[in-house]
């Protein structure tokens, strides 16, 4: 169970902020593109016991407020971080937070660290987007990703079909269950006629792997001083886990983690492994 209030952002965009309990330091939970703050149930779930769990829906994402797209940068993402870390430090009697992101939402973090460090303790970011200055596509290659996007489909005749869908094949076949029915649930809309719609536009999901990894810049992460763990799954070439080793090897206070077994939706594949390091790493700080 979480409970919701509404925090501003950058031009007054109105963020979800669900606050899911727990006892101890804070915790910023930090989502990907496409998905939402509840995606991370398990891990909540299992670190709400030594910790004080909080997580945001990004604009035009989950329960936050829709954007057109066209208005849409990267760093938008960033100043969201931001404007959610400011909350969660302030309701947590100034305690900095610590940082867990996965993919954009780890880039949303390490920005939101470049600009306000006094905000957090630690991050824990799972192969976040973050290029290097000749990128790791060959040039000229497409991101297949914003395709895919703008064809995902919209809409199911309910909760169950949409999760019988998403069970049946990749990548979600391979997530945590709980961690799937949390992206339906959360991330799909009821219809007055009873079918489900997806609450995050494809065109809004299409603009972020337009403007992907444009923050933070590569040469701002050397400036990047919070103590910081970049995780990764198996190597892939021309995927973000070929990146995430060359990314924390710019940072100053940074250590590398990587887990051959995991791939990139390691947070929603394995909840607890990515949940059972970050507590028994987080415990260990001063």
């Not at 945590?176 to 799909?188: I, K, L, Q, T």
Request: glycine share 8%; net charge negative; aromatic share 10%.
């Amino acid at each position: 169970m979480s409970t919701t209030t509404y925090i501003s952002s950058t031009n007054n965009v109105q963020l979800a902020l669900h606050d899911f309990g727990g006892s101890g330091g804070p915790v910023f939970l930090s989502h990907a593109t496409g998905f939402h703050a509840h995606c991370f149930d398990p891990i909540a779930t299992l670190l709400r016991e030594s910790f004080h769990c909080m997580g945001i829906d990004y604009r035009g994402h989950g329960d936050s407020e829709t954007i057109d797209p066209g208005d849409l940068q990267w760093t938008d993402y960033g100043d969201d971080a931001i404007a959610a870390a400011r909350v969660m430090f302030a309701n947590s009697a100034n305690t900095p937070l610590i940082g867990v992101g996965h993919s954009m939402g780890g880039a949303a973090l390490l920005y939101a660290a470049l600009h306000e460090p006094h905000l957090f303790r630690a991050l824990f970011v799972y192969e976040p987007i973050v290029f290097p200055p000749d990128g790791f596509r060959p040039q000229g290659t497409p991101n297949p990703m914003i395709e895919a996007a703008r064809k995902r489909r919209t809409t199911f005749d309910s909760y169950d079909a949409a999760i019988a869908n998403f069970a049946s094949k990749p990548p979600m076949i391979s997530f945590d269950p709980v961690a799937r029915e949390s992206y339906v649930r959360h991330g799909f809309a009821q219809m007055p006629n009873g079918t489900v719609e997806l609450k995050c536009r494809p065109d809004t999901e299409a603009r972020t792997y337009e403007t992907g990894g444009s923050a933070p810049q590569w040469h701002e992460l050397s400036r990047i001083t919070t103590p910081t763990w970049v995780m990764a799954g198996v190597q892939q070439p021309f995927q973000v886990s070929s990146i995430a080793p060359l990314a924390a090897a710019e940072m100053p206070s940074c250590t590398y983690v990587q887990w051959d077994e995991l791939g990139h939706f390691g947070p929603f594949e394995h909840p607890a492994h990515i949940a059972g390091f970050v507590g028994r790493t987080a415990m260990t700080l001063r």
